[in-house]
């Protein structure tokens, strides 16, 4: 009678597990989540991240060709590492956040690409311009909770963020890194 029993509450334990996995996620918890990014200026590595976003998402990791997503970044909440770094890529040289406040994403297709792996394609607009881009997407179960890790490497002349003599990569370098941590919860 014991391992009859002690066998029901392991298999209702796992079939508890399964259902928490297969939840479709539909909140993100900004506060549990993250938007960094780094670079090199004159060689040396420089990290930054931002402060005020949205993402929406509506994403069940068993059915993927389902899921959507999108990601709205406030670009005058960079933290860029000073006041004064801060203040120089808000101006029209760089993010011009008077004319273009925010930077979007927004997926148009999620396919499975291995276990809790999958590969994003989307819209990344920035500056006015709009550029299509794709990247890996790691999805780790945490109780109920998804979280969602992954990362591009943006080409900054593509949006000519760095306009006049920061048009030229020698002192800033083209290649910036994202990368992004979101926890997700499952919606009702």
């Known amino acids: 009678m014991f391992k009859h029993s002690t066998l029901a509450l392991l298999l209702g334990l796992v079939g508890l597990a399964h259902q928490a996995q ?15 990014f780094s670079y090199k200026q004159m060689g040396v590595s420089v ?16 059915k ?13 909440s960079v933290d860029a590492g000073s006041s004064e770094a ?15 406040p925010k930077a979007t994403f927004v997926s148009t297709q ?10 994003v394609t989307g819209k990344l607009s920035i500056k006015g311009q709009t550029r299509d881009i794709a990247f890996a997407l790691k999805h780790t179960p945490q109780g109920v909770n998804g979280v969602f890790t992954g990362g591009f490497t943006l080409k900054r002349g593509d949006f000519t963020i760095g306009e006049g003599p920061w048009a030229k990569f020698d002192i800033v ?3 910036i890194q994202v990368n992004f941590q979101l926890t997700a919860q499952p919606g009702k």
């Open 64 to 76: 993927p060709a389902n899921a959507k997503a999108s990601i709205e970044i406030e670009l005058a």
């Open 86 to 100: 801060d203040e120089e890529v808000m101006g029209k040289s760089w993010f011009n956040v008077k004319s273009f």
């Open 47 to 62: 990290d930054g991240h931002f402060n005020k976003f949205v993402s929406q998402m509506s994403f069940d990791p068993a």
């Open 22 to 36: 297969a939840a479709e996620y539909k909140t993100v918890a900004i506060d549990k989540s993250k938007v960094t």
């Open 173 to 175: 370098a083209n290649d």
């Open 110 to 119: 999620i396919k499975p690409a291995g276990t809790q792996q999958f590969e």
